[in-house]
């Protein structure tokens, strides 16, 4: 049998034809088979224990230690006991704990149907509402999370830039040529007004700001580390919650209507809101738009708040003088550069700062915890080569508050110093991803970081060139009552006016 050129050419055509898929799929098969051996391999590794677990009391676990002791010091007594692996009983529930940058990359890169928010995060919906964050399937609030991100792209955050400067301007009018305030009530305000301003304009401002700003302390004060457990147990510190998510809902809904009705584009967040599409095409309803305002309000008021609160404490505690003198010296060159202007680029310059605040964010991260429940079990290796098993269904913990402050990653880690960051150095770097985890990281890394900086920055920059401070109250204690802890009692400050435009010289 003679076959001709073409023959050949179209019998090893149609050999490729069959044999090149057939080859491609079995290859496909085969390693996922062995993936998946030795996946199977690795959870039932002879190596893997369970976590070790810390001291408690039969059937209530730590919670006396806990009411002794308070949170911080439990966890980390049995951080410094058992090391970076640990499991802690509460009552009926038990927590394993991944403490640091070695065991907690499936903690932040693993797929949400493995370690999910979903079981734990629950108890936000009272605070939330309907439609939105862990009130809806993951799908739909994937969707919101980008709508969320394209609303903080840099094109917008140059906007937002300007807001925040004016209404930081326009708010400092009021304080006098010298004077002593509550640092931390005047940030949850002015936070409020900035934030409020950037999300929707003019409209609600001048009608309810206060009001709001009060129902949004009560909606943070009405989370508290017993609503983890029993988010509708009915304290008086819930009850408040509920009244003001009420009446938040309904300022809101009546803004997300007038809005609606008046047809005109204003380049806000709202409108960013307003204007998103899902996937299928869908507009984002009035439910929904109220619980993303809110939640986007919720997420950025206190942890900002209080972020610039600390700021200030910070700054201006003895120990830091130099700390102060050199973002005042930074202030002095970005003024001699641009002049009063200050915009999207120049807040870019301000490094000094940026590093002051970040390293307040390390030492006082406003999410003290994240949580994730394990929908498979999973091995976690440790630095000295301990190998754990974790089982499908506990809850898992990343403690930001210890996980920031391990001397492995930061040198001298309790103190505050910023030059950590500085270019060379780069402490948060040097210890790997998830070395620094005051945003989270990850798969749920925050999306309002650049804007919570921006913000931190346009006020604390307007500070430092235009008032002279001191802290005359003892450098302030954490309350750790509330899920997001903040700075407790007053921050009381003495101010006097300087001036350090260069037209004033
Ligand atoms: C100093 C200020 C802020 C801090 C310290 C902070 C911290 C965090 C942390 C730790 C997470 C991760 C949560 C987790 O993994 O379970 C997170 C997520 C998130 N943050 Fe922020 N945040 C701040 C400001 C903001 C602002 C201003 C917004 C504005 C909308 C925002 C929106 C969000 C959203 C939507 C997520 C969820 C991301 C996701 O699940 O994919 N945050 N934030």
Same mark, same amino acid.
């Given at each position: ?136 399937? @993951? ?184 700390? @102060? ?37 390390? @030492? ?26 974790? !089982? ?83 450098? !302030? ?29």
């Amino acid at each position: 049998l003679v076959l001709s050129h073409t023959d050949m050419e179209l019998a090893t055509v149609n050999w490729v034809a069959y044999v090149v898929p057939i080859a491609v799929t079995t290859t496909i098969i085969i390693s996922a088979m062995m993936a998946r051996r030795r996946r199977r391999r690795a959870e039932r590794s002879p190596c893997a224990r369970p976590p070790p677990v810390a001291a408690g009391a039969p059937l209530v676990g730590v919670l006396p230690w806990l009411l002794a002791k308070g949170p911080l010091q439990v966890i980390r007594d049995a951080h410094a006991e058992l090391g970076s692996v640990f499991t802690v009983r509460l009552l009926h529930r038990e927590v394993t704990f991944l403490v640091g940058p070695d065991v907690s990359s499936h903690f932040y890169q693993g797929l949400d149907s493995e370690v999910s928010q979903d079981e734990v995060s629950r108890f936000t919906i009272p605070t939330f509402g309907p439609g939105v964050a862990f009130d809806v399937d @993951l799908a739909t609030r994937r969707e919101q999370i980008r709508f969320f991100g394209d609303a903080m792209k840099p094109a917008k955050l140059r906007t937002y830039a300007g807001l925040m400067v004016r209404e930081v301007e326009e708010y400092f009018t009021r304080w006098g040529e010298s004077g002593m305030v509550d640092l931390k009530q005047e940030l949850e305000l002015l936070v409020t007004l900035v934030a409020s301003r950037c999300l929707f304009g003019e409209e609600v401002r001048s009608k309810m700001l206060r009001e709001a700003a009060t129902h949004l302390r009560e909606l943070n004060d009405g989370m508290r580390l017993v609503t983890i457990l029993f988010p509708h147990l009915p304290i008086p510190a819930h009850r408040r919650r509920d009244r003001a998510r009420a009446r938040l809902g309904e300022i809101f809904s009546d803004m997300v209507r007038s809005r609606r009705e008046a047809g005109r584009p204003v380049d806000d967040m709202l409108q960013c809101l307003i204007d998103s599409r899902y996937k299928d095409g869908r507009a984002t309803t009035d439910t929904e738009l109220v619980g993303m305002l809110l939640s986007a309000l919720f997420a950025g008021q206190h942890t900002s708040s209080s972020t610039g609160t600390w700021t200030g404490a910070r700054l201006l505690a003895r120990a830091n003088a130099e700390h @102060l003198r050199a973002a005042v010296r930074e202030q002095e060159r970005v003024v001699g550069r641009y002049g009063d202007r200050v915009d999207y680029e120049v807040l870019q310059e301000m490094e000094t700062l940026h590093r002051c605040i970040k390293e307040v964010l390390r @030492l006082h991260p406003p999410a003290m915890m994240l949580l994730r429940h394990a929908r498979r079990s999973f091995t976690v290796r440790t630095r000295e080569g301990d190998e754990y098993e974790v !089982p499908a269904g506990r809850t898992i913990a990343s403690p930001l508050l210890i996980h920031n402050r391990l001397p492995q990653v930061y040198r001298d880690p309790e103190r505050y110093e910023p030059g950590r960051f500085c270019p060379g150095r780069g402490e948060d770097g040097a210890g790997g991803a998830f070395s620094y985890t005051a945003f989270g990281g990850g798969r749920h890394a925050c999306v309002g970081e650049a804007f919570a900086y921006m913000q931190i920055k346009v006020i604390w920059s307007h500070l430092l060139r235009n008032f002279e401070m001191e802290m005359v109250s003892p450098f !302030p204690e954490t309350d750790w009552n509330v899920v997001m802890p903040g700075p407790k009692g007053k921050v009381m400050l003495r101010y006097k006016r300087r001036n350090m435009s260069p037209t004033a010289k």
